[in-house]
């Protein structure tokens, strides 16, 4: 496998990157946000996934360890092929699918061309849990003395922010700025993301 990539970033092209390395160019599938953060003729490190089938052979690329991480999960759903994996990762980024799988939020998973609903809703029950909940929703902050309450508190204010119209990606933001304590309620929580929903 290889893992990682580390070289100089020459040429964009319709559905990725050439970076060169050792003398040789590899022609990397990156999603365009990647694609928009690098610049010409500078170092850059891709992590990467390399996919061998019968006709061809390619390689994904990702900013960071996790987003590949992310990408080989979306892999072993049954449904999801690389091409597909790679359409959400461009459309969802990496935080807000997590969140959108943790909360069941299929509308915003669906943003992803190519993805239809009865798709989107298989990915969420087997990825579900492969992720923590506390953690996605805090954002790491979580206290390791009360996990489940944080879980339960932080998804069912983010869910209710979500039915009450705000995106998973909102929701996030403001419960994320949610000190998280013991003892903290789903109210606790909502009071506090209006008020810095408010602010944004």
């Known amino acids: 496998m290889i893992a990682y990539i580390k070289g100089i970033f020459e040429e964009l092209t319709e559905d990725g990157i050439v970076v060169e390395a050792g003398g040789v160019g590899y022609g990397i599938t990156v999603p365009p946000s990647l694609a928009g953060e690098l610049t010409f003729g500078e170092e850059v490190k891709i992590y990467t996934y390399f996919q061998v089938a019968e006709d061809m052979q390619k390689l994904y690329g990702f900013a960071n360890r996790e987003d590949r991480r992310v990408f080989t999960m979306l892999l072993k759903v049954s449904g999801i092929g690389p ?45 579900k849990d492969s992720f923590d909940a506390a953690e996605v929703i805090t954002g790491g902050r979580a206290p390791q003395s009360a996990p489940l309450v944080l879980d339960d508190a932080f998804s069912e204010a983010a869910q209710a922010l979500m039915a009450l119209g705000y995106s998973s990606s909102e929701a996030m933001k403001a419960v994320r700025q949610v000190e998280a304590r013991e003892g903290i309620t789903v109210d606790d929580v909502l009071q506090e993301a209006f008020r810095h929903l408010a602010a944004f």
Do not use: C, N, W
Request: proline content about 4%; charged content about 25%.
């Open 83 to 127: 091409k597909l994996a790679m359409s959400i990762m461009s459309a969802v980024p990496t935080d807000e699918l997590k969140l959108a799988v943790v909360t069941g939020d299929v509308k915003t998973l669906s943003r992803a061309p190519g993805l239809g609903k009865k798709t989107a809703e298989k990915l969420i029950l087997e990825l």
